[in-house]
């Protein structure tokens, strides 16, 4: 099969191995996936990974030991978990100890023709969820999971750090919880557009942090972004930490010991309140593609994905 696979260098493979039966998983033909932050952390060292990039997608089901699943068109968690360690009986299976993750840890992803996922981690679309909105079910799911992890309300001061493509959705879905969310970011065109959808926008340079926001939630995926989230919360404020990335720069972490912040560590979410969200038009995420590109053009795509205020890039597989 064809494959954007990297392994010390990020390449297309046009003929890959095919992915690899386990415990009669479910084979999926891929019909498109999304470049998110994580795959281009992962080509700097983000994880260690070596295999088949790829964890944002909408695939067929060409087999399944589920009968009722073949021929559907379906997104997937990410998560492949075993159900049997402590952390799976106590109802984290997101964090099972032997877990693997698509695309991430030890899972060839979705950058392929075909991709392997156990039944269970399975969601059939609607009809009313196009393959665009598609690939952005899981990257939503990511963002919804900040409703679940943090109480807001009303009178709650929220500020999303940055606005690339994981901030833009986590902005709609605070504002949709309603929440009188601002989004501080550094590019004009991205700042339009939370006005456009009535989110209120700040350009970075504008700014001067006053230690005043109830809670700030961090999606701008560089470390100076978590030391402007600590300038902007107030003591004893919350920073939602939704960026993942590969640096190693000293930081330094006094300022949350000396304003008792609360920083929570947010990843996946749940996946059918993105499906569900999406089918009722609540987010809008067709302004947030930038480009289409075939599978063949994996290697360019990410380097565009890559650029500065590029935001989502489609890969497809026909
Ligand atoms: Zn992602
Ligand atoms: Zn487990």
């Known amino acids: 099969m064809r494959a954007?696979?990297?392994?010390?260098?990020?390449?297309?493979?046009p003929r890959h191995r095919d992915p690899v039966e386990s415990d009669g998983d479910t084979l999926l033909r891929v019909r498109q996936a999304g470049v998110c932050a994580t795959d281009l952390e992962i080509t700097r060292g983000y994880m260690g990974y070596r295999g088949v990039?790829?964890?944002?997608?909408?695939?067929?089901?060409?087999?399944?030991?589920?009968?009722?699943?073949?021929?559907?068109?379906?997104?997937?968690?990410?998560?492949?978990?075993?159900?049997?360690?402590?952390?799976?009986?106590?109802?984290?299976?997101?964090?099972?100890?032997?877990?693997?993750?698509?695309?991430?840890?030890?899972?060839?992803?979705?950058?392929?023709?075909?991709v392997r996922l156990p039944a269970t981690n399975l969601h059939v679309l609607p009809k009313s969820v196009d393959d665009d909105q598609a690939v952005f079910v899981e990257p939503l799911a990511a963002?919804?999971?900040?409703?679940?992890?943090?109480?807001?309300?009303?009178?709650?001061?929220?500020?999303v750090l940055g606005d690339g493509r994981l901030g833009l959705l986590v902005a709609q879905v605070l504002r949709n919880a309603g929440?009188?969310?601002?989004?501080?970011?550094?590019?004009?065109?991205?700042?339009?557009?939370?006005?456009?959808?009535?989110?209120?926008?700040?350009?970075?340079?504008?700014?001067?942090?006053?230690?005043?926001?109830?809670?700030v939630v961090d999606c701008t995926g560089s470390a100076s972004g978590f030391e402007l989230a600590m300038q902007v919360v107030r003591p004893r404020g919350t920073i939602v930490l939704k960026s993942t990335f590969a640096t190693g720069k000293p930081m330094n972490l006094a300022p949350l010991v000396i304003d008792e912040i609360n920083v929570v560590?947010?990843?996946?979410?749940?996946?059918?309140?993105?499906?569900?969200?999406?089918?009722?038009?609540?987010?809008?995420?067709?302004?947030?593609?930038?480009?289409?590109?075939?599978?063949?053009?994996?290697?360019?795509?990410?380097?565009?994905?890559?650029?500065?205020?590029?935001?989502?890039?489609?890969?497809?597989?026909?």
């Open 4 to 13: 954007l696979v990297f392994d010390q260098s990020l390449s297309f493979q």
């Open 53 to 114: 990039l790829g964890h944002e997608f909408v695939a067929d089901v060409v087999s399944s030991p589920d009968r009722d699943l073949i021929g559907q068109r379906v997104a997937g968690e990410i998560n492949v978990v075993c159900g049997r360690c402590d952390l799976c009986l106590s109802g984290l299976s997101s964090h099972c100890r032997a877990r693997s993750v698509l695309g991430i840890l030890n899972h060839d992803g979705a950058f392929a023709d075909f």
């Open 143 to 159: 963002a919804f999971q900040v409703l679940k992890q943090i109480k807001l309300d009303g009178r709650k001061w929220v500020t």
């Open 179 to 215: 929440c009188p969310v601002r989004v501080i970011g550094k590019h004009p065109d991205k700042l339009a557009m939370c006005e456009k959808w009535q989110i209120r926008s700040r350009p970075v340079d504008d700014i001067t942090p006053r230690h005043d926001q109830d809670v």
């Open 265 to 318: 560590g947010s990843r996946c979410g749940p996946i059918r309140e993105a499906i569900r969200a999406l089918a009722e038009k609540q987010i809008d995420v067709a302004s947030l593609i930038t480009r289409r590109m075939k599978l063949e053009q994996g290697v360019e795509a990410m380097e565009l994905a890559g650029r500065p205020g590029v935001l989502k890039v489609i890969l497809t597989m026909e």
